[in-house]
């Protein structure tokens, strides 16, 4: 079957042509679902703070936009121009419910020593209670986590499911000259440098707990696998046989990471325990084994091969055991990483020009979906966000490798990165 | 930025115009030989190494907060280590002379070896060069070399690492079958992480798709 953009797809199963794909596909996920109608009320703060709470405004803002979970009002589209920015009162609550607002956002800022608190309620309109109120504190630079926080306090509300706007992305950047492992915010703000090994670093990972990055380094020559402790600020060697050390994959409970090394001849998939001792072979293959990615149930984990002559994704049990071949579409899948939530693998598929863009196949391998659109271009590198809807990726469409963003379903495409230099390999934190 | 499809369709032809005026610009950088600029230790290449906790002990990235992130340019503590890479030369000249000059060595060796795309069987164009190699390594036998296996930017860049090492690991083979001694040979691949060719060109992709000979003393 040839891979088609899903929407193609749902467009044959529903009688009226969808207004918006996203919410559809939403739908297909969990019947019944609507975005949510928000509309936020202006923050209230000191007049000094001004600035600061235009900042929280609007990184909520963009937040909520870009959430699978909400639609935002604004208030002057349905006739709400607060005159003051006190808390909504009983009028102003009614008046949004009869414009089809199901809550309202209001928070108020204010200093403390050494950061911020930011007190925010969320007003279910129809019947005018509170159902969202939460001090939130931050340090002083931390004035958009408060806003994403906000963010994902109220998605874990109207949802049951956590935010994804306080996760982060590890990734390389060849920024300062050398490619060293970065992390940003899931937004492309607060972009950070992390290593200084002034060599070439591949593949940076995030442990399932946001604590640890595995990544492979040429620091010390031979392209070694290393383990960042964020916490304290240590980095273990985990594996340095001679020849490649790379493409690791946590496993879902963090003591455990998959990797590719070719000390025996040909790339083939290890276990090694989070501390680098525990070693265990899973493929015995004179093929490539490589790109390990664990299922979130910890007992699966998809890889790349090429034993059957180009590259494939194969998936096998976490002890190596029945292995079994998932894509068929083309001669070219490679880099497959396994959906949080279990239900797709996603991967790099080539094309008829030998150029590479993001697909998707639902693990049980009932459908295949074309995640971006082909080009003249390399998109690659795709990760997951924890709630399984949403991918990064990396592209080199607008010439040098830049980070975007892009829903399961091939919308809201967003470019998280725009320096002057090559950012690649994303990897996106579960928290 | 990036509503839907259609709009991002028109993106997509913009940009292919772009392409196409690069690829008409073409590829103006030269084949260079590749200096290990980025500080590789000549000892890390070949040693083998147990697969052992170090302890996380190589320290300096930074101190411990839950802040960490801020403190980092500031915190790395392990820049000493990294040598510049007195104990390899590249092919190409310029070298120190250890009996027969590396210049002299450069001249007889072959320059970079080829390979097709997704291949790394030895070409037929790269069989004369080869033989010229393991015959000047066979009569200079205090010499040992390092085989690069590089690829082009296409293929994602795990794959590339793999296979990059398949064209060292071949280039290395067709060597020793010629009578030089594996134990003067090491390798390691780059994938497409030491281009030196960026252009989105099939010249420039071929030029990428290599083996590269590095001399260490």
């Known amino acids: 079957m040839k891979r088609v953009p899903l929407w193609v797809l749902l467009s044959l199963f529903v009688t009226e042509l969808p207004v918006n794909a996203a919410e559809v596909f939403m739908e297909m996920q969990r019947s019944g679902f609507r975005k949510i109608p928000v509309a936020i009320m202006p923050f209230q703060g000191e007049a000094e703070l001004k600035e600061e709470l235009t900042i929280i405004e609007n990184v909520l803002r963009s937040d909520l936009k870009r959430s699978h979970v909400f639609e935002l009002i604004e208030t002057r589209d349905i006739g709400l121009s607060p005159a003051s920015n006190e808390a ?285 659109e082909s080009g003249h271009w390399d998109d690659e590198s795709p990760s997951w966000a924890q709630n399984g809807r949403e991918l990064v990726f990396t592209s080199n469409r607008f010439g040098k490798n830049q980070i975007f963003s892009i829903h399961l379903d091939g919308t809201h495409m967003r470019r998280l990165t725009s320096n002057p230099a090559n950012n690649t390999s994303p990897s996106w934190s579960l928290r | 930025m990036f509503k839907g499809g259609s709009q991002f369709k028109m993106y997509a032809g913009s940009i292919g115009i772009i392409l196409l005026a690069m690829v008409v610009v073409g590829c103006s950088k030269k084949v260079a030989p590749v200096t290990g600029s980025e500080g590789i230790a000549k000892d890390g290449t070949t040693s083998s190494s147990d697969l052992s906790a170090k302890g996380g002990s190589e320290g300096g990235m930074g101190s411990s907060s839950d802040d960490a992130m801020s403190s980092r340019d500031s915190g790395s503590g392990d820049s000493g280590s990294m040598k510049s890479d007195d104990g390899m030369s590249s092919m190409g000249g310029k070298s120190a002379d250890s009996g027969m000059s590396m210049s002299e060595a450069a001249a007889k060796f072959a320059s970079d070896v080829y390979f097709d795309f997704d291949m790394w069987t030895i070409r037929s164009d790269a069989k004369d060069a080869l033989s010229e190699n393991a015959k000047w390594l066979v009569e200079n036998k205090d010499v040992m070399v390092q085989i690069e296996g590089h690829g082009d930017e296409r293929g994602t860049s795990e794959y590339n690492l793999a296979l990059g090492e398949r064209r060292a690991r071949s280039t290395m083979r067709y060597l020793a079958n010629l009578g030089v001694s594996p134990s003067r040979i090491s390798f390691i691949s780059y994938g497409e992480e030491k281009n030196i060719c960026n252009e989105k060109t099939e010249d420039c992709f071929q030029k990428n798709r290599r083996a590269h000979f590095v001399i260490k003393k």
């Open chain 1, 88 to 372: 909504p009162g009983s009028s102003v609550i009614d008046k949004a419910s009869k414009a089809g607002v199901l809550a309202l956002l209001w928070a108020k800022l204010a200093p403390q020593e050494n950061g911020w608190v930011l007190e925010s309620h969320a007003y279910e309109t129809a019947k005018g209670d509170q159902v969202v109120g939460v001090k939130i504190f931050g340090g002083k630079r931390k004035l958009r986590q408060l806003a994403h926080r906000f963010s994902d306090k109220l998605t874990l509300h109207f949802t049951g499911e956590p935010g994804v706007a306080q996760s982060k992305i590890t990734y390389v950047s060849d920024l300062s000259g050398n490619k060293e492992v970065y992390i940003m915010d899931y937004d492309g703000a607060n972009k950070m440098r992390y290593t200084r090994d002034r060599s070439i670093a591949i593949s940076p990972r995030w442990s399932p707990d946001a604590e640890k990055i595995s990544y492979t380094s040429f620091r010390k020559g031979n392209p070694n696998l290393y383990v960042l402790d964020l916490k304290t600020g240590t980095r273990t060697e985990i594996a340095s046989f001679p020849g490649l050390n790379f493409s690791a994959s946590w496993s879902p409970s963090g003591k455990q990471l998959a990797f590719a090394a070719t000390k025996d001849g040909n790339a083939e998939i290890y276990l090694v325990n989070a501390d680098g001792t525990g070693l265990k072979r899973l493929t015995f293959n004179a093929a490539d084994d490589l790109s390990p990615s664990w299922s979130p149930s910890g007992k699966q984990i998809a890889f790349t091969s090429d034993r059957g002559g180009g590259p494939q994704i194969y998936i096998m049990d976490a002890d190596g055991a029945n292995v079994h071949r998932l894509t068929f579409d083309g001669n070219y899948n490679t880099s497959p990483a396994w959906s949080p939530t279990g239900d797709w693998i996603a991967y790099a598929c080539r094309n008829e020009e030998r150029r590479l863009k993001v697909c998707a196949d639902r693990a049980d391998g009932t459908q295949s979906i074309a995640v971006t």
